[in-house]
């Protein structure tokens, strides 16, 4: 066993000693509930999970719930001994699959999650960026100097305006950073998923060393799935030389110089927030950043904010319940009397960007446009929202050649099919998929 796997298993050892069996994890948890596991056997449960971390085999209601974790947290705010539990359970379940499946079985899923993932990112960023910026983010971890990293991950690359509006943010702030993300960078998300942990400890462990042998003293993230597994899988493992954090608590800790620098011609907004707890304290600083720009009001919505720590990911496998959240959420913005709807990530920017199509008086934004506006920068155009509406899609065809080819990156219909499923098979409210798919077949057939 690695150093690395060692410590894990350290952690996890540790919350077992510490766990008293209150249950109160296992009643809080949603999923749980969700497959119809009862909170009133919660003692059965955490007795179970305590065994596996002994080292006895997994027991099946035990497999299930673990197999359910969405990594909302809210196992964790439930625990009066301060123990981490989602850490615990993420490592429990990669301990499960270890005891249960061949690693290889593992590794091949994984390496299929990670190719489909790469390619959809690398298609979507060549179709909305300029080869220059792209380049930038790409350039290796280590061979950066700045003092501060803003660290991308891999998947906001597909709503690439989000990673420009941050850059302008920062600049405004007349911070020394440098840019880094990119799937060379990946967490290592799908590997410790699927327990192929030599894969992991090559992906995911080694992109949180690299980030330390640049020198840089503070690193921004903003992937809340590269948030939590650095926190559990890598910090909270061996603490690092660098400080990491969410760029959003960041922005909210500087937000006396962002006040400063807003300007008063703000449009007027009503604006509901699509909240999810279970990222630090991410909710809470967004919040403080909205309710400070000009002219832009709060509108409060009661919410199923502790269902998952972001859309999509490991909530995918709820697809109604997501479905009911996003349509709940539209529908009480539009009653409530709000314009606006703001997403906190861009995995829930991509299942809410076509809303518009479903509510035509709802705008959506991610935070960082509005910060951005404030700030007299951002205005990139969000091409991910053009094809979710479902419109015409002129400009971002028109956009989409002028930057592949920038890009030396073809794109053929094979290809278009693929995207097209990707980006319409998301649960979430979008027009339809016909005018992407055959607008970009049409580009895909000129070239
Ligand atoms: S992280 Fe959320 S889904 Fe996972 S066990 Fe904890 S409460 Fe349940
Ligand atoms: S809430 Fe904490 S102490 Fe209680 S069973 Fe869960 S992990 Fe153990």
Not at 109 to 138: C, D, W, Y
Not at 230 to 248: I, K, T
Not at 428 to 439: K, N, P, Y
Request: charged share 25%; proline share 3%; with cysteine.
């Amino acid at each position: 066993m690695s150093d690395y796997a060692q410590r894990l298993e350290a952690l996890a050892a540790a919350a077992a000693d510490r766990c008293t069996g209150c249950g109160h994890c296992f009643e809080a948890c949603p999923t749980a509930r969700e497959i119809g596991l009862a909170a009133d056997e919660a003692g059965a449960r955490i007795g179970e999970l305590v065994a596996l971390t002994r080292g006895e085999t997994p027991a099946a209601p035990l497999r299930q719930w673990l197999d359910a974790c969405d990594g909302s947290a809210r196992c964790t705010a439930a625990c009066p001994e301060d123990i981490n539990v989602r850490q615990w359970v993420t490592i429990a379940k990669m301990k499960a699959l270890e005891a249960t499946r061949a690693r290889e079985v593992g590794a091949a899923n994984a390496a299929g999650r990670f190719r489909h993932m790469a390619q959809a990112v690398r298609l979507l960023a060549s179709m909305q960026l300029p080869s220059e910026t792209l380049k930038k983010i790409l350039a290796p971890a280590e061979r950066r100097t700045a003092d501060v990293l803003f660290y991308t991950g891999c998947n906001v690359l597909r709503t690439p305006h989000i990673v420009l509006n941050v850059m302008d943010i920062l600049d405004a702030l007349e911070l020394d950073f440098d840019v880094v993300g990119g799937t060379a960078h990946c967490c290592g998300v799908y590997q410790f998923q699927e327990a192929d942990m030599p894969t992991y400890e090559r992906m995911g462990h080694r992109t949180f060393q690299r980030f330390g042998q640049s020198g840089a003293s503070k690193v921004l993230t903003w992937c809340p799935t590269c948030t939590k597994n650095f926190d559990e899988l890598e910090e909270s493992v061996e603490p690092a030389a660098f400080d990491m954090g969410h760029v959003s608590e960041f922005l909210a800790a500087n937000l006396d110089a962002l006040r400063a620098r807003f300007r008063p011609d703000q449009p007027r907004r009503r604006v509901v927030i699509h909240e999810h707890l279970g990222i630090g304290a991410t909710l809470e600083s967004i919040r403080a950043l909205l309710s400070a720009v000009p002219k832009l009001e709060l509108v409060e919505l009661a919410q199923d904010s502790g269902f998952s720590y972001a859309c999509g990911g490991q909530a995918a496998k709820f697809r109604g319940r997501e479905q009911a959240i996003h349509r709940a959420l539209a529908e009480g913005a539009v009653a409530a009397g709000a314009d606006t709807i703001v997403t906190m990530y861009h995995s829930c920017h991509r299942a809410l960007a076509g809303a518009e199509a479903v509510h035509p008086g709802l705008t959506v934004v991610n935070f960082t446009d509005v910060l951005a506006e404030a700030l007299g920068r951002g205005g990139h155009p969000d091409y991910y929202r053009l094809y979710k509406k479902g419109g015409a899609m002129d400009e971002a065809v028109a956009a989409a050649r002028r930057f592949l080819s920038d890009n030396g990156v073809r794109i053929d219909e094979t290809s278009v099919k693929s995207l097209t499923a990707d980006i319409f098979d998301e649960t979430g409210l979008a027009g339809g998929r016909e005018a992407f798919a055959q607008a970009f077949t049409a580009m895909a057939k000129t070239g």
